[in-house]
T-cell receptor, first 113, second 110 residues
Framework: DGGITQSPKYLFRKEGQNVTLSCEQN?????MYWYRQDPGQGLRLIYY???????QKGDIAEGYSVSREKKESFPLTVTSAQKNPTAFYLC????????????FGSGTRLTVV | QKEVEQDPGPLSVPEGAIVSLNCTYS??????FMWYRQYSRKGPELLMY????GNKEDGRFTAQVDKSSKYISLFIRDSQPSDSATYLC??????????FGAGTRLFVKA
């Protein structure tokens, strides 16, 4: 079955550490996205990528980095520069530009300890 | 002002009730409107998708868009406990950026 796989489901990070969240899709979608979800704030866009080897900052990119070396993969690194990283992170994809809804992964819960 | 406003709830209804979930948006250029359902600790799933104004029905769910008042609604008929979730409205003009509401938590009591 086609879909998006995010791993790990839960992740714990110590202060000052970088961590990488994995996102893989087998839907052959061109566009991929990373969102952060906090209670009461909805989904906020971190980064998005329309094609391989190209990505753009979203609304809250500071303290995060991404790469898009393969169409199927869009990993997100949460760096030590992100001051409040504890959140639920969601990866999504869709075919491309235009009126298509997202397919989301099941999310990664990151907690700073 | 947020581009999409949504009452966070929670909204609690008895089983079998008709549920009305609503959002307002600020940009008249928005053309595409979506509703997502998100169960606890899961990713959102696309529930309904409409373009421009009007109604769209799918089983017990009806999505309604009123562009004159910049108001979008989701109605759930004969609500079930399995409908208990957070419902997110979303919209965009086309292109690559979608704007989400904060989500409304719905509880359907058996």
């Amino acid at each position: 079955d086609g879909g998006i796989t995010q791993s790990p489901k839960y992740l714990f990070r110590k202060e000052g550490q970088n961590v990488t969240l994995s996102c893989e899709q087998n839907l052959n979608h061109d566009a991929m996205y990373w969102y952060r979800q906090d209670p009461g704030q909805g989904l906020r866009l971190i980064y998005y990528s329309q094609i391989v080897n190209d990505f753009q900052k979203g609304d809250i990119a500071e303290g995060y980095s991404v790469s898009r070396e393969k169409k199927e993969s869009f990993p997100l690194t949460v760096t030590s520069a992100q001051k409040n990283p504890t959140a639920f992170y969601l990866c999504a994809s869709r075919p491309g530009q235009g009126g298509y809804g997202y397919t989301f992964g099941s999310g990664t819960r990151l907690t700073v300890v | 002002q947020k581009e999409v406003e949504q009452d966070p709830g929670p909204l609690s209804v008895p089983e079998g009730a008709i549920v009305s979930l609503n959002c307002t948006y600020s940009n008249s250029a928005f053309q595409y409107f979506m509703w997502y359902r998100q169960y606890s600790r899961k990713g959102p799933e696309l529930l309904m998708y409409t373009y421009s104004s009007g109604n769209k029905e799918d089983g017990r769910f009806t999505a309604q868009v009123d562009k004159s008042s910049k108001y979008i609604s989701l109605f759930i008929r004969d609500s079930q406990p399995s409908d208990s979730a957070t419902y997110l409205c979303a919209t965009f003009t086309g292109g690559f950026k979608t704007i989400f509401g904060a989500g409304t938590r719905l509880f359907v009591k058996a």
